[in-house]
């Protein structure tokens, strides 16, 4: 069993950045793809980004395109989410995901398809 990991939530100002971290610390990263989801209160959970099982591929969701870059470093079994220009609607807990089935380059968009989950780390920003 899989356990992960994220760190690095806190408060922000509007226009400011975050770097969220997602570790392994249990089990490794191995070649499998990884997301970043996101769910605020009162709503349902967001797809945020997702990277390959080699970093070859990557795809973001349309209210975090060229805003969010998401890295991974599979030797050290850790991912990134580094969060640029934020804003007040980015307030969520972000989680981080992983698929136990690799192979190719796929990204996963669909918090379904993901089986290894953290427990969040809060992003608050203020306006």
């Known amino acids: 069993q899989v356990q992960l990991a994220e760190s690095g939530g806190g408060l922000v100002q509007a226009g400011g950045s975050l770097r969220l971290s997602c570790v392994a610390t249990r089990g490794t990263f191995s070649w499998y793809p990884l997301g970043w989801f996101r769910q605020a209160p009162g709503k349902e959970r967001e797809f945020v980004a997702s990277?390959?099982?080699?970093?070859?591929?990557?795809y973001y969701g349309n209210s975090v395109k060229g805003r969010f870059t998401i890295s991974r470093d599979n030797a050290k079994n850790s991912m990134v989410l580094q969060m640029n220009s934020l804003k007040p609607e980015d307030t969520a807990v972000y989680y981080c995901?992983?698929?136990?089935?690799?192979?190719?380059?796929?990204?996963?968009?669909?918090?379904?398809?993901?089986?290894?989950w953290g427990q969040g780390t809060q992003v608050t920003v203020e306006s």
């Open positions: 990277i390959s099982g080699r970093g070859v591929n990557t």
């Open positions: 995901a992983g698929d136990k089935y690799s192979g190719g380059e796929n990204v996963l968009t669909e918090s379904r398809y993901y089986d290894y």
